[in-house]
């Protein structure tokens, strides 16, 4: 099933917007541009002070956000904020998982299902939907593309269900959805959840806390399914990492996600700064 219902207008001016401003803070982004700023104002006389210092905060917030432990310390309480789903034996009426994990482009010029590293998301419907054969399926994910008339996420999880091993006809598909609220709200609204039915909802660890916070808000109560994690545990607040490039990838979703979560509570979306169990 798919949801049709039209995107409100005031949604097409914000999406370009909070992409650009995610690409300026995004901290790896930020880190060169700030470095290139300061290599730039070298060859001009007065800026030149400014620009060593520049500079070497750039290459120095690189070196350090890169290999130090930052990553961990930004992850750790986010991914640790909602427990490890316990089957307690109460019956589940539904799952609802979150879409950002499929590369909805490559997928289909490759003719596959393609997912990046959030990828869990995808493997936890496979298997939640065969440990529980009754519930109901939701899959809530539209497209983070700007183009016009882009594919979404959910299309592909119909597409490639098979390979999935996720019957088709169980998948209740949420199309429209472009952040966390908008899962929330337009899930709530294809399923009106009753008093007293248990929905599972799967999301990476880190993004956990907003994601509860804003379904919370949206009147969906949901017991969380944390997949995806980035940190083995407290003891990798001290530990140095191998590549710079992961180090930089995962301190960025970190950082993010913080602000992410800052932003929704000054919006309203949620009720709290870190929603807690």
């Known amino acids: 099933m798919t949801d049709a219902a039209p995107r409100p207008t005031g ?22 541009l700030i470095g290139l700023l300061g290599c730039l104002l070298l060859f001009t006389e007065v800026g030149r002070n400014l620009g060593r210092a520049l500079a070497l905060a750039g290459f120095l917030g690189l070196l350090i956000a890169g290999l130090g432990p930052l990553s961990a310390w930004v992850l750790l309480p986010l991914e640790n904020r909602f427990p490890v789903f316990a089957d307690d034996g109460a019956p589940v009426t539904g799952i609802v998982v979150l879409g950002g994990a499929v590369e909805a482009d490559t997928s289909m010029s490759r003719d596959q299902i393609t997912v990046n590293d959030a990828g869990e998301r995808e493997i936890a419907l496979a298997d939640l939907a065969r440990r529980y054969p009754q519930a109901r399926l939701v899959f809530s994910g539209g497209s983070g593309a700007m183009r016009e008339h882009p594919i979404s996420e959910a299309e592909i999880v119909s597409r490639f269900a098979d390979s999935l091993g996720v019957p088709r006809n169980r998948l209740i598909l949420e199309q429209q959805s472009r952040n966390t609220r908008e899962n929330a709200v337009f899930s709530a609204r294809m399923t009106q959840p009753k008093p007293g039915e248990r929905w599972l909802l799967v999301t990476s660890a880190w993004h956990m806390p907003r994601a509860m916070g ?16 980035r940190t083995s545990g407290p003891r990798d607040a001290t530990r140095l990492t191998t590549f ?25 979306y949620t009720k709290t700064w870190l929603p807690a169990p």
């Open 214 to 229: 804003c379904f919370r808000e949206a009147g969906f109560p949901v017991t969380a399914y944390p997949v995806d994690y």
């Open 11 to 32: 949604r097409k001016m914000f999406f370009p917007l909070s992409k650009l401003i995610f690409f300026v803070i995004t901290p790896s982004n930020f880190l060169i």
């Open 244 to 268: 710079a490039s992961d180090g930089l990838s995962e301190f960025d979703i970190g950082v993010k996600e913080w602000i992410g979560l800052i932003a929704y509570k000054l919006a309203g």
